[in-house]
């Protein structure tokens, strides 16, 4: 059987370079919101020499995403899960904002690991947002009840005391629900390790992606802003994720669980520490 890595956000700027770092060693299955949008990174990576499978889904719906696990096993041996997929809170709504990159994690989480083969990596998305608040004991007991049914409840009820500002309180959102990626990420790596599979998270900053060019278009100043935090003084560029994850899918990585790999071109120490 082939082996395969899956790559959620197949069609964005992160996952199509992705898809081109480590298609070579892979067959691809990519999964994205877009039928349209697939074919296009299809043809691209086609044009290389690398087979892609594409599967459109919801993220934020929990029959959608064990679609996608059920259709990736029945072409082989999933080997990886690198999901990338998500909203910003640029132009999205809190509640979206909490259940596809909330929900979303858990459900793709719970949805492959059944399917995983030994020797791979589940690799979820969180953000360098998820470092600019203090996180708060609360926080941490609403994340604790993740498996309860009324979860999503439980998020809102956490998030209601920061409403206002549609923009303000839909980053507040994403801050607090890329917190709770990082710690559900980690709270797997036990059962993970017991079929021979890794698990961690990476939190981006701020890349060049087409989700990234959507915030300096509506909201220059607040870009402006973020530009000002990175001490390289420049963003990030895709192919830079692409390489941190062709590495963590190496055999060279193979000691890498349970943490988060903050990739943020210096912003959070540059923020927080005072500098010499």
Not at 180 to 202: C, H, P, W
Request: proline share 4%; aromatic share 10%; charged share 20%.
């Amino acid at each position: 059987m082939k082996k395969l890595t899956v790559i959620t956000g197949g069609a964005g700027g992160m996952g199509r370079a992705i898809a081109k770092k480590i298609g070579p060693e892979y067959d691809l299955v990519l999964a994205d919101r877009s039928e349209e949008a697939l074919a296009k990174a299809v043809e691209e990576l086609t044009a290389l020499g690398i087979t892609a499978h594409t599967f459109v889904v919801d993220i934020a719906e929990q029959a959608s995403v064990q679609k996608l696990a059920d259709y990736a096993a029945s072409l082989g041996e999933v080997k990886n899960v690198i999901h990338t997929a998500g909203v910003s809170p640029t132009n999205t709504k809190a509640d979206d904002v909490l259940k596809i990159n909330g929900l979303g994690t858990m459900y793709m989480t719970e949805a492959f690991y059944p399917v995983m083969a030994g020797g791979g990596v589940m690799i979820n998305f969180g953000s360098v947002a998820a470092y600019t608040l203090e996180a708060q004991e609360e926080w941490y007991d609403v994340f604790d009840n993740c498996e309860d049914d009324d979860f999503y409840d439980q998020l809102l009820e956490l998030v209601a005391p920061f409403q206002g500002d549609d923009f303000a309180y839909a980053g507040t959102c994403y801050a607090i629900i890329k917190r709770f990626v990082i710690y559900y990420t980690q709270k797997n790596v036990g059962r993970f390790a017991e079929k021979d599979t890794r698990i961690l998270s990476v939190s981006p900053g701020s890349y060049l992606t087409p989700m990234h060019q959507l915030l300096i278009d509506l909201e220059p100043d607040t870009a402006e802003c973020q530009l000002d935090l990175i001490p390289k003084g420049r963003w990030g560029h895709p192919y830079e994720i692409a390489e941190l994850i062709g590495f963590l899918v190496s055999p060279g990585a193979g000691f890498v669980s349970g943490i988060d790999i903050l990739a943020d071109g210096g912003q959070t120490a540059f923020t927080f520490v005072e500098q010499l």
